[in-house]
Nanobody, 124 residues
């Protein structure tokens, strides 16, 4: 059983940056591909980014490509989401997720474990 705890959310002006962290415990971190998803009020959960177990493969939603970077630190059992050039439409609750697979996935229903989420609000 893997526990995931996100942090780093907050209020930022458009054009600003935030770095989200997701600390994993209770499992073997290197066994899991990791993903970030977000959900805005009244909208469906949306894929943001994913990274393979080794960190050698990443995948991004078109809406964040070139602005967001996902990375992982196996020594700290933590996955990060660096978010630059933030826009008001990036406002959402951001969740990290883990799946026990060598493959990354952009489908939320392929992930086994979820964190509670961290709020990101971008003001215009």
């Amino acid at each position: 059983q893997v526990q995931l705890v996100e942090s780093g959310g907050g209020l930022v002006q458009a054009g600003g940056s935030l770095r989200l962290s997701c600390a994993a415990s209770g499992g073997t971190f290197s066994s899991y591909a990791m993903g970030w998803f977000r959900q805005a009020p009244g909208k469906e959960r949306e894929f943001v980014a994913a990274i393979s177990r080794s960190g050698g493969s990443t995948n991004y939603a078109d809406s964040v490509k070139g602005r967001f970077t996902i990375s992982r630190d196996s020594a700290k059992n933590t996955v990060y989401l660096q978010m630059n050039s933030l826009k008001p439409e990036d406002t959402a609750v951001y969740h990290c997720a883990a799946r026990e697979s060598i493959f990354v996935s952009s489908s939320w229903n392929r992930y086994d474990y979820w964190g509670q989420g961290t709020q990101v609000t971008v003001s215009s």
